[in-house]
Every structure is written in C-alpha cells, then in structure tokens.
C-alpha cells in the first residue's frame, strides 16, 4: 500500500529520501540540504508531496501554486520516484494527489514539463489528461 501525504516538517528520513532521489531525477543538481527542504516545506505556495511504502518514502513531486492577474495557477516540478518501486502507480497517485489539491486551492490550470526521453512520465501525464501544448519554453540561466 502506498500513501501519498504532504511533508509537513523536514525529518532525517526526508533529507536521505532526496539524497536518494533526486540522483535518479538529475545528475547536474545535487540533493537539497536540509535547509534548503525546510525552506520548500515551510513555503507557503510550494507543496512536497510524498509517496510512503510503509516507512519508505518512494517518491516525491513538487506542486506550486500562486497567485497571478489572470487567476491562481499551478506548476508541477520534479516528479520522481525511486527506481525499485516504478511500475506500481505511484507516480499516478502523485500526480492525480497534486492535480486534486491544485484544485482545492483555487488553481484554474496546472502545468508542467517533461523532456521527451522520458518516455513512461510523458504517456502517464497524458493519460492523466494533460494536453500537450504548441509554446516555446524559455530558460534564462542566472
């Protein structure tokens, strides 16, 4: 059975679930430190969702909402999950868990990217009901 909750506080079990994690999401972005998660849980616009497998945190996506002139909007970032637990869905609960509080909170569209050589990520967000949309993205590296 897995459970998908929203990290309240930054535990030793979190910091080495990202340390296990996030090498599996990007190998040019180290794990955050401590701080750096208590920030993102402490955030009033950033949402840590967790999937738990018993005590096991297998996964983990990102949901921010916030506020803009033409409505409150939601952005999905790092959905990853561990390795020895794809294939089971969890990636799914995630998702639909983030798209039902993204509604809860007053979102009107929830958005998110996923580069084409993720295959199995790519057919999930559109089975989901994601659209693909015609737009340029844009990244200005500071």
């Keep these: 059975m ?76 790092d959905v990853v999950v561990d390795r020895s637990a794809r294939g089971r869905g969890i990636g799914r609960r995630l998702t639909e868990h983030a798209l039902d509080l993204a509604r809860r909170l007053g979102a009107k569209t929830v958005d998110l990217t996923s580069r084409p050589s993720r295959e199995a990520a790519n057919r999930l967000y559109q089975d989901v009901g994601f659209q693909r949309r015609e737009t340029n993205v844009y990244r200005y590296q500071l």
């Design 2 to 77: 897995v459970d998908v909750v929203e990290a309240r506080e930054v535990t030793p079990s979190l910091v080495a679930a990202f340390e296990r994690l996030i090498p599996q999401l990007s190998s040019s972005n180290p794990p955050p430190s401590e701080e750096a998660l208590r920030a993102i849980v402490d955030s009033s616009t950033c949402h840590l969702l967790v999937a738990t497998a018993g005590e096991e945190i297998v996964g983990s996506l990102t949901l921010v909402v916030f506020p803009i002139p033409t409505g409150t909007r939601a952005w999905i970032e």
